[in-house]
């Protein structure tokens, strides 16, 4: 059986196209700055969420530091999906804890880390 293709990524420099859609958070400038900082170093490919209005659902801190950093931004379009699927998808969101790092450092069999690990 073979996987589906349910969509396309597209790569734009056209930051313009983009908008903001009412009710999402504000932006988090020093996330801005830090996502800025690793654009720097390695500009992951890391697909932005809009809507067919090109509102963003996911991504409006990566398009603003693609912008300030004149990188390129991949997307792709879901249509009808609103503000109720942004809140979802950042409820749903997790941040590595301490503690993933711990055992990532571990896993990879860094001494100086499994002294950490009890």
């Not at 996987?3 to 958070?25: Q, S």
């Not at 609103?82 to 993933?100: C, H, I, P």
Request: proline share 3%; net charge positive.
């Amino acid at each position: 059986m073979k996987d589906e293709i349910v969509n396309h990524v597209y790569k734009t420099n056209d930051y313009k196209k983009f908008n903001h859609i009412d009710g999402n958070r504000s932006l988090n400038m020093p996330h801005v700055t830090r996502l800025k900082r690793s654009f720097k170093e390695q500009h992951l490919f890391n697909v932005v969420l809009v809507n067919d209005k090109n509102e963003i659902i996911d991504g409006q801190h990566r398009v603003r530091a693609a912008k300030e950093t004149g990188r390129p931004i991949y997307y792709t379009i879901v249509p009808g999906y609103g503000l109720s699927e942004v809140q979802r998808l950042n409820t749903n969101m997790s941040n590595w804890t301490k503690k993933d790092y711990l055992k990532a450092y571990c896993d990879l069999g860094y001494d100086q880390y499994l002294i950490f690990d009890f």
